[in-house]
């Protein structure tokens, strides 16, 4: 079993739909979770960030993060067709120089306009 | 001004060869990292640098071997280049002990073995 599991795509939606993207890890010592956003050619940009139980809402974006069940969720609204790119989930382990950052294979996510 | 970035951005060689590819952060990070993109966009880390010490080798063949010249730059050599080395290869850099310890992405050196 990989790590960190990311549920498989690609997924595509009309404009403003509710997406929903999902991870789920088996290692208890990841401490921080992230979704990285991916566009075509391009590198990784880091979406959001959380360390705790709950949710945490930037815009149209909410990272929900439940620990004792060790499943993350990013939740889209209103999606536009500027969100079709590739949504990877991210979790670091360790501290200091030490620590590593784990992906999920990613979805590739396509918005309809 | 670009974060980190990296060189080339494109290239293309033949099996056997040996290549570099180059990366600059200009964030001021403590800590700079290696990642291998494969087809299946599956991003998997294979170095990290803290002040030029290698802190994280992860099972990388030693064909590959990172150089950091100082904190702000961190290469990849490749030698005896094979087909399996296909894929995106990505530089990042981090701010070890920030707030976030979040990782800053290069756009990526899409490397192509004939």
């Known amino acids: 079993q990989k790590e960190v599991e990311q549920d498989p795509g690609p997924l595509s939606v009309p404009e403003g739909a509710i997406v929903s993207l999902n991870c789920t890890y088996s290692?208890?010592?990841?401490?921080?979770f992230m979704w990285y956003r991916q566009y075509s050619r391009k590198g990784p940009e880091l979406l959001m960030y959380t360390y705790s139980s709950g949710n945490k809402e930037d815009g149209r974006f909410t990272a929900q993060v439940d620990k004792s069940s060790k499943y993350i969720s990013l939740f889209i609204r209103d999606s536009q067709p500027s969100d079709s790119a590739t949504y990877l989930c991210?979790?670091?382990?360790?501290?200091?120089?030490?620590?590593?950052?784990?992906f999920g294979k990613g979805i590739t996510l396509s918005v309809r306009p | 001004d670009t974060a980190v970035s990296q060189t080339p951005k494109y290239l293309v060689t033949q099996m056997g060869n040996d290549k570099s590819i180059k990366c600059e952060q200009n964030l001021g990070h403590d800590t700079m990292y290696w990642y291998k993109q494969d087809s299946k966009k599956f991003l998997k880390i294979m170095f990290s640098?803290?002040?030029?010490?290698?802190?994280i080798n992860e099972t990388v063949p030693n064909r590959f071997s990172p150089k950091s010249p100082d904190k702000a730059h961190l290469n990849l050599h490749i030698n005896s280049l094979e087909l399996g080395d296909s894929a995106v290869y990505f530089c990042?850099?981090?701010?070890?002990?920030?707030?976030?310890?979040?990782?800053?992405f290069g756009p990526g050196t899409r490397l192509t073995v004939l």
């Open positions: 290692n208890s010592a990841f401490q921080y």
């Open positions: 990042a850099s981090s701010q070890v002990g920030g707030s976030t310890d979040t990782q800053y």
């Open positions: 991210a979790m670091i382990r360790g501290t200091g120089a030490n620590s590593k950052l784990t």
């Open positions: 640098y803290n002040n030029k010490e290698l802190i």
